[in-house]
């Protein structure tokens, strides 16, 4: 199997082009500037299938050739890209059958992309049919580094409840679980007398009454994937028939809840992302962090491709900020820290037409004389100064855990309280890590973790038992694991685990749960005698082996354990009954938009983004964005920092101490990335080495500018 593209070489940097929307003069123009920036890479023909084949088995390569051949002719480049998520009007037209149908059973119109229903068997034939014609075409061209199959799975089109689907979901159905006693056996269908009498009886989680089976709404989520996961995989296969050029596709992996990137990792060649701030959040460098790392631990470590973000503002957000001076630097450069060996954007010139015209791009409309097209020529000369870079790893002693799975679970109706949600604890947690300058990956609970210090799970309510049995043998090993609460509650079909709470984790933790006392809105409860102060959440935990850290000192469960450790083997595993904030006075910038949707009933689907946007689903108002804002992450010992902090020197983690928590101090390999978010400066001491970016020899220490990224290749093999 291919891995990274061999080329271009060094980091690639480039983005989307679509020159189908510009007359030819303008593509002359397009690859001139290409060069003046330092683009090696570029994305072509994620939206052209119209241009490619105007007709139902009509094709017309001519345009495509000669871009290839212009783009080819200036050393830029291809990553050749199958445009199978923007099918044809006559597509639509000649197939209503595959025309996407929503939960409340809405044919949904066309005039915008991702319309078609993703189990589709006409969608399969003619979009495999389009990629064996650009492969057999395009897959000799000395050009073509990579394919970019499709663009971002389940953007928009996460789940389909037309007749078709639910066709495909019960013979899925049938393959996972053998025959309907089974399925009713695991789904727990004698709960209101549910039961089925055959798959033929079986529906998708259309839109229901407040109620309807959480099993098999998350049994369709899994479906879902798989019905896209599907589609990839005919068309990879497809290409690899006629080149070993590697093959990807473009996650969402903080952006979208709908899909499983566990399930994706392993279908394609490397694993590329699209990662875009969300502009009204407060110090949202963090949560671009926590993407990257997150695509990394996909990837397995290895490099990844940051396939799409933006240089300035988006489209799409209700106020769409500009970015500030400086940032779309600090922002590549953090991908790149994070293990990207790319900084691609979307797009390469902005568009005249369409909903993205108002979209920044690399070449905005205002031309050449802008400040932003100035930032975008520095940055393809700091990225061949970081040429070196590409490969190496970045090694992470830290994991959190992860599942998709637990974060649709999570979020379905009826829960003890609408503030569990998935994403206020895992920001929570690596907020609060982040500020202690560790580097963190993410973990599938079933991951073998034995590489790591210590391993975090914010949110794990769902917990199969195979993978709490995991957590206890990396414990007994000498592990050190941090466990929140309302984790290791039920297993992969919502059934609670037999017992009191927390089934999958009482023997690991020491200690079972008698009630949940979920707070009231806005609800605090004191924690200990050092100023702690829980949010969310309080419960009566019974100690059985572990014990107290920390008692609630009010509250409903005052007098009893909030925080707890158990020697467990060689290891330790602590338990925290409360959300703990990052960070004095500050709750984690969780914006609404990464909310469940509201609550209603249906696993979450699609991406994050604003609802204005049209996309299905209820995906939540960015128009409710960030958190408090403020957090100056001072320290004090009031806070999750502070637990985390007692665990991570117990648990031997390294990490720089007495820095300001506005510097994110990265290593990849030998080489060591400053990125100074704060409006000072800031010298950070045992440095030495050779600035990258500026050639600066540094001797003992570094001081990173307000704003600004230092790059530090050790002298020798230091
Ligand atoms: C996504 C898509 C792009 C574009 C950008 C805009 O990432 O892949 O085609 O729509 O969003 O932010």
Redesign the pocket.
Known sequence: MPGYPALPEGIAYGG?YNPEQWPEEVWREDVRLMREAGVNLVSLG?FNWSMLEPAEGVYDFDRLDRIVELLHSWGIMINLATPTSSPPTWFRTAHPGARLVDREGHVIAGGTRHSFCPSSPEYATASQRLAERLAERYAGHPAIAMWHVH??YG?ANARCYCETSAEAFRDWLRERHGDVAALNAAWGTTFWGLTYGSFEEVEPPRLALPGQLTALQLDYARFSVEAHIANFRRERDTIRRFGDQPVTT?F?IANCVAMDYWRWADEVDVVSN?H?LEAARAENHIELAMAADLTRSVAGGRAWMLM?H?TGA???QPRNLAKRPGEMRRNSLAHVARGSDSVLF?QWRASRHGA?KF?SAMLPHAGTDSSLWRDVVALGADLRGLAGVRGSRVEAEVALVWDWESFWALELEWRPSVDLRFRERMDAYYEALWREHVTVDFAHPGADLSAYRMVVVPSSYLLTEAAGKNLRRYVEAGGHLVVSYFSGIVDENDAVHPGAHPGALRDVLGLSVEEFHPLPENGTVPVGDDGLTGRIWSERIRLAGARTVHAFTGGPDAGHPAVTRHELGAGTAWYVATALDPSPDRAPGVPEGFRAPGHAPGVPEGRRDSGDRGDLGDLGDLGDLGGPAGGTGTGTERDLRALLRAVLDQAGVSRPRGLPDTLELVRRGRYLFLINHGEEPVTVPEVSGTGMLDGAAYTGSATVPAGGVTVVEPAGDA
């Open positions: 989307d994620v663009n971002e953007w473009n969402m699209d875009y799409e933006s988006v489209n799409w979307f993205e979209h």
